[in-house]
C-alpha cells in the first residue's frame, strides 16, 4: 500500500494563487502594521471614535484597508465575487452577517430577515452550505443573562423571550427547508446557557435526518469538552444528530476579567496547552463519531487541522464527507484552507459581511486577539513575505 503524504501546508504558491501581485503586496503591508500590537490597539480606539465621530474618509478607508482583507462586502450582492473567487479555488463560503449586540425588536428582527434573505442566496449558491447566526443578534444580551440566572421573568419579557424563540426558529425553519445549515457562533459563558439551550431545541426539531443547526463549542473552557461528550449523548438518546463547530475562543480577556472582577471562578483554561488537548480531543472524538456528528474544525491552527485530515484517512473515510469540515476566518489562514481544499478535504472561508459599522467589532477583534495573543498576525506576515520572496516581488 502507498505511504499517505501529508498535507504540505508552508506551500505558499498554492495557498496565495488567488492573489495578483498587487494584492499579494498590500497584504503584506496591512499585517506587517497589525503585527505590532501597540499600533492595532491605538488604531482600534481612534478608528472606533472617528468611525462614531462621523469624520470624513474613515469609513473609505477602513473599507480599503481591513474591511477588505477580512470581510466579503456590505450586502449579499456584493460579496458574490469573493465567493466566486474562493470557489474557483475548491473553497465553499460560511456566509455571517455582522450584526451583533443590538437592542431593540426592530433591529432583531432586521437581523432575522438578514439571516433568512443570506439562507436563500444560500440555496441559489451550491458553494455556500452554511449562514451563521449570532443569538446576541436576535436578542438583549440583559434578557439572556436573566434567563441563564434563573430569575424569574415579567409578563413582558416573557414575551420577549417568546418572540427571541420565534425568531431563531423562523431561520432555523428556512434553513431545514432549503437544506442550508445554521452555526449558532458561541458568545459570552453569562449567556452561553440560555444560547445552548435554544440550539439544542433547534437540533431537536431540525436534525432528525441531516445536520442542519450546529452548535458552537469554545474549547478555551475547561467545561466544554465535557459539554460536547453530554451533547452528544442527549442527542443519540433523543433521537437527532449534533452539530458541533468547533473553536479556541474568543473571549478570554474578557472572561477573565469578569471573573476577577466579579470574584467567581474563570471558566477559561488555566493555559494554552490543556485549551489545544481539550481541542484535539474533541476533534478524534467528533471523528471517531462521525456518523452521528456533523463537525467542523474551525481553526487556524495547523496541528488540529492536521490530527483531523490524518484521522480521516486512517480511518478511510471519503475526504469531503459532509459531517467533516474545516473552516478558517476570510483574509487568515490561507495556507491551510487553500492547501486542505486543493487536496479534497471539504474546506471554507468564514465570510463576514454587512455595513462596515456594524462589523467594525468584529474588525477589532480579529486584530487584537491576533496579534495580541496567538501570534497569528507574525504568522500571516511571515508566510506572506516567502510567497513575495518565491515570486521575485519587493
Given at each position: 500500500?502507498?505511504?499517505k503524504?501529508?498535507?504540505?501546508?508552508?506551500?505558499?504558491?498554492?495557498?496565495?494563487?488567488?492573489?495578483?501581485?498587487?494584492?499579494?503586496k498590500?497584504?503584506?503591508?496591512?499585517?506587517?502594521?497589525?503585527?505590532?500590537?501597540?499600533?492595532?490597539?491605538?488604531?482600534?480606539?481612534?478608528?472606533v471614535?472617528?468611525?462614531?465621530?462621523?469624520?470624513?474618509?474613515?469609513?473609505?478607508?477602513?473599507?480599503?484597508?481591513?474591511?477588505?482583507?477580512?470581510?466579503?462586502?456590505?450586502?449579499?450582492?456584493?460579496?458574490?465575487?469573493?465567493?466566486?473567487?474562493?470557489?474557483?479555488?475548491?473553497a465553499?463560503?460560511?456566509?455571517?452577517?455582522?450584526?451583533?449586540?443590538?437592542?431593540?425588536?426592530?433591529?432583531?428582527?432586521?437581523?432575522?430577515?438578514?439571516?433568512?434573505?443570506?439562507?436563500?442566496?444560500?440555496?441559489?449558491?451550491?458553494?455556500?452550505?452554511?449562514?451563521?447566526?449570532?443569538?446576541?443578534?436576535?436578542?438583549?444580551?440583559?434578557?439572556?443573562?436573566k434567563?441563564?440566572?434563573?430569575?424569574?421573568?415579567?409578563?413582558?419579557?416573557?414575551?420577549?423571550?417568546?418572540?427571541?424563540?420565534?425568531?431563531?426558529?423562523?431561520?432555523?425553519?428556512?434553513?431545514?427547508?432549503?437544506?442550508?445549515?445554521?452555526?449558532?457562533?458561541?458568545?459570552?459563558?453569562?449567556?452561553?446557557?440560555?444560547?445552548?439551550?435554544?440550539?439544542?431545541?433547534?437540533?431537536?426539531?431540525?436534525?432528525?435526518?441531516?445536520?442542519?443547526?450546529?452548535?458552537?463549542?469554545?474549547?478555551?473552557?475547561?467545561?466544554?469538552?465535557?459539554?460536547?461528550?453530554?451533547?452528544?449523548?442527549?442527542?443519540?438518546?433523543?433521537?437527532?444528530?449534533?452539530?458541533?463547530?468547533?473553536v479556541?475562543?474568543?473571549?478570554?480577556?474578557?472572561?477573565?476579567?469578569?471573573?476577577?472582577?466579579?470574584?467567581?471562578?474563570?471558566?477559561?483554561?488555566?493555559?494554552?496547552?490543556?485549551?489545544?488537548?481539550d481541542?484535539?480531543?474533541?476533534?478524534?472524538?467528533?471523528?471517531?463519531?462521525?456518523?452521528?456528528?456533523g463537525?467542523?474544525?474551525?481553526?487556524?491552527?495547523?496541528?488540529?487541522?492536521?490530527?483531523?485530515?490524518?484521522?480521516?484517512?486512517?480511518?478511510?473515510?471519503q475526504?469531503?464527507?459532509?459531517?467533516?469540515?474545516?473552516?478558517?476566518?476570510?483574509?487568515?489562514?490561507?495556507?491551510?484552507?487553500?492547501?486542505?481544499?486543493?487536496?479534497?478535504?471539504?474546506?471554507?472561508?468564514y465570510?463576514?459581511?454587512?455595513?462596515?459599522?456594524?462589523?467594525?467589532?468584529?474588525?477589532?477583534?480579529?486584530?487584537?486577539?491576533?496579534?495580541?495573543?496567538?501570534?497569528?498576525?507574525?504568522?500571516?506576515?511571515?508566510?506572506?513575505?516567502?510567497?513575495?520572496?518565491?515570486?521575485?516581488?519587493?
Open positions: 500500500m502507498a505511504k503524504t501529508p498535507i504540505d501546508f508552508t506551500n505558499t504558491a498554492i495557498a496565495f494563487s488567488g492573489k495578483t501581485d498587487s494584492e499579494l498590500k497584504a503584506t503591508r496591512l499585517f506587517q502594521l497589525m503585527n505590532q500590537s501597540w499600533l492595532v490597539n491605538i488604531g482600534s480606539k481612534l478608528g471614535t472617528a468611525l462614531n465621530l462621523n469624520l470624513p474618509f474613515v469609513e473609505q478607508t477602513i473599507k480599503y484597508t481591513i474591511f477588505e482583507q477580512f470581510c466579503s462586502g456590505t450586502t449579499l450582492l456584493n460579496s458574490q465575487p469573493v465567493i466566486t473567487k474562493l470557489y474557483q479555488q475548491k465553499l463560503s460560511i456566509l455571517d452577517y455582522g450584526a451583533e449586540a443590538k437592542t431593540t425588536e426592530l433591529d432583531f428582527n432586521g437581523t432575522m430577515n438578514e439571516a433568512i434573505r443570506a439562507i436563500d442566496f444560500a440555496e441559489q449558491n451550491e458553494s455556500v452550505p452554511i449562514v451563521t447566526i449570532k443569538i446576541s443578534g436576535l436578542a438583549r444580551n440583559e434578557l439572556l443573562e434567563i441563564q440566572r434563573g430569575e424569574a421573568l415579567t409578563e413582558e419579557e416573557k414575551n420577549e423571550f417568546k418572540n427571541v424563540n420565534k425568531r431563531v426558529d423562523a431561520i432555523c425553519y428556512a434553513a431545514h427547508n432549503k437544506k442550508v445549515g445554521v452555526f449558532f457562533d458561541a458568545e459570552e459563558s453569562w449567556i452561553q446557557d440560555t444560547i445552548d439551550f435554544l440550539a439544542k431545541k433547534m437540533m431537536k426539531r431540525y436534525n432528525e435526518e441531516i445536520v442542519i443547526v450546529y452548535n458552537t463549542f469554545q474549547m478555551y473552557r475547561h467545561d466544554r469538552l465535557q459539554y460536547l461528550i453530554d451533547s452528544y449523548e442527549e442527542a443519540r438518546k433523543e433521537g437527532y444528530l449534533l452539530g458541533a463547530k468547533l479556541r475562543g474568543a473571549y478570554m480577556e474578557k472572561e477573565r476579567a469578569r471573573a476577577a472582577e466579579l470574584n467567581y471562578p474563570s471558566p477559561i483554561q488555566p493555559n494554552k496547552k490543556a485549551t489545544d488537548n481541542y484535539n480531543t474533541a476533534i478524534q472524538f467528533c471523528v471517531d463519531n462521525y456518523a452521528y456528528i463537525s467542523c474544525n474551525a481553526t487556524h491552527n495547523a496541528y488540529s487541522v492536521a490530527l483531523q485530515a490524518s484521522l480521516i484517512e486512517q480511518k478511510n473515510i475526504k469531503n464527507h459532509p459531517h467533516l469540515n474545516f473552516c478558517q476566518l476570510y483574509g487568515m489562514s490561507d495556507h491551510l484552507t487553500f492547501n486542505l481544499a486543493d487536496a479534497g478535504y471539504n474546506v471554507a472561508k465570510l463576514p459581511y454587512g455595513p462596515i459599522k456594524d462589523v467594525v467589532p468584529y474588525l477589532i477583534r480579529r486584530a487584537q486577539e491576533n496579534s495580541a495573543v496567538s501570534g497569528d498576525m507574525n504568522r500571516e506576515y511571515e508566510l506572506l513575505v516567502r510567497e513575495m520572496k518565491r515570486r521575485g516581488l519587493k
